[in-house]
């Protein structure tokens, strides 16, 4: 098995026949650790069948890798390390040519080798049907499996691997719905553990959810679509409704881009890495946004949402949330002050433009006493609880009475409470 393997997958040969799946071969990859077994082997040491196994098993323990090994773990390099077809397909926003077509056809029939595939599952009963101890959870990389699986046409391994990275992109745009950015490094890192909520888990809002979710829609199908500004009381699901639009649609393209204040001065930069995902829809999200007046970072957010040289990209839109109307804090005594100033309606229409500059302002406000006692229902109602309706008035008002106030927030609080004490 180990001579087949070498011979099968010469270095010469390695670089003189792939062509647009080149990247793919670096240092994390099968193929390096197979150059390791050559030098290794060449001066003296013993590799062997057992080697390239044990290797092959680290990976799938660490990867969640089932099935046969090393074709799970082709389809992984394919479905994680930039190619050029991958790269190809987003910035062309999904477009492949046919001459490029044909060069990844070929390149497929060489990496996905029948014989070799079907040798290193021979090499132990469980190497082609292995189960990992903890299984992938990279939802994108698990349907490309499944669908890859039993498929051996070229030509349908090319359709499938094609709408892959048209639905889901390659790498870590692939594997994470949100991402914060890395202003050291100018890029994006994925959120591993990012909040797993739903529209269907939000009670109430039901018109502030149908125009998130229009404006939403409208992004994602290329149609016209506004910066939102989500404005209202603390606690009351704002920051929820757009965490759960990036989990509705990630299918989609959807994907979620959280930035801090300070990095507004980054916005360009940060758009223009985005651009080149043609393919993908991001928004840019601002929780808790609000400014002093003393604070210049707002200007960067006016120019980029409008009015700078360079255009928003296609691809990206900002949606912010606000305790504030308004977003640049002003006081009373900024208007006595101001008396003294020329031009006072200038300063005026400076403290509220940052705010005109988002095509859809949501309020939320506080919720009802039924709709709180509702919210609190549905989250017992998840965790298989029912509380009789006076037990739950009573508790939960008490609840509500004794902190800050009635919202989403406090009845999230009040249920954790709960499932603590019984």
Not at 28 to 53: H, M, Q, V, Y
Not at 92 to 104: E, Q
Not at 132 to 157: A, C, Q, R, V, W
């Amino acid at each position: 098995m180990y001579d087949r393997l070498i011979s099968y997958y010469d270095s010469d040969i390695r670089d003189r026949d792939l062509l647009a799946l080149q990247s793919i071969m670096n240092d994390r990859t099968f193929l390096n650790a197979l150059d390791k077994i050559l030098k290794e082997n060449d001066s003296g040491n013993s590799w062997d069948d057992i080697s390239i196994a044990a290797w092959l098993i680290n990976k799938a323990e660490e990867l969640g890798l089932r099935g046969n090994i090393f074709r799970s773990y082709l389809i992984y390099l394919l479905a994680q390390e930039p190619n050029l077809i991958s790269e190809t397909i987003e910035r062309s926003g999904g477009k492949i040519g046919g001459s490029l077509y044909k060069v990844f056809r070929r390149d497929l029939r060489i990496i996905f080798n029948e014989d070799m595939i079907q040798s290193t599952g021979e090499m132990y009963d469980f190497m082609s049907d292995y189960e990992p101890t903890i299984p992938s959870t990279n939802e994108s990389f698990i349907e490309l499996e499944k669908k890859l699986s039993g498929i051996n046409d070229i030509d349908e391994i090319a359709k499938i691997l094609i709408e892959h990275y048209r639905t889901y992109g390659y790498g870590d745009i692939a594997s994470y719905r949100a991402f914060r950015w890395d202003s050291d490094a100018k890029n994006l890192i994925g959120i591993k553990h990012f909040e797993n909520i739903l529209l269907e888990d939000l009670i109430g809002y039901a018109h502030q959810k149908e125009l998130l979710t229009k404006n939403t829609i409208a992004f994602l199908e290329n149609k016209p679509a506004n910066n939102v500004l989500l404005v209202g009381a603390r606690g009351t699901g704002k920051s929820s409704g757009v965490k759960a639009l990036v989990n509705e649609y990630f299918m989609r393209g959807l994907r979620l881009v959280q930035i801090t204040k300070p990095q507004l001065k980054k916005l360009p930069e940060i758009m223009d890495a985005l651009r080149k995902f043609a393919s993908k829809r991001f928004i840019i999200f601002l929780d808790d946004l609000s400014f002093e007046e003393s604070e210049s970072e707002y200007k960067y957010l006016k120019s980029s949402i409008e009015g700078g040289v360079e255009a928003r990209p296609e691809n990206v839109l900002i949606y912010a949330t606000s305790n504030r109307r308004h977003l640049i804090r002003e006081t009373w005594r900024d208007r006595v002050d101001g008396q003294d100033e020329l031009y006072r309606d200038d300063s005026v229409n400076e403290t509220i433009s940052l705010s005109d500059r988002f095509g859809l302002i949501i309020h939320y406000y506080a919720p009802t006493q039924a709709e709180y006692l509702e919210i609190i229902r549905h989250m017992l109602k998840k965790k298989n609880i029912a509380l009789d309706e006076e037990t739950l008035r009573l508790e939960g008002l008490r609840w509500e009475m004794s902190h800050s106030g009635r919202n989403g927030r406090t009845a999230q609080q009040f249920v954790n409470y709960y499932l603590g004490q019984n």
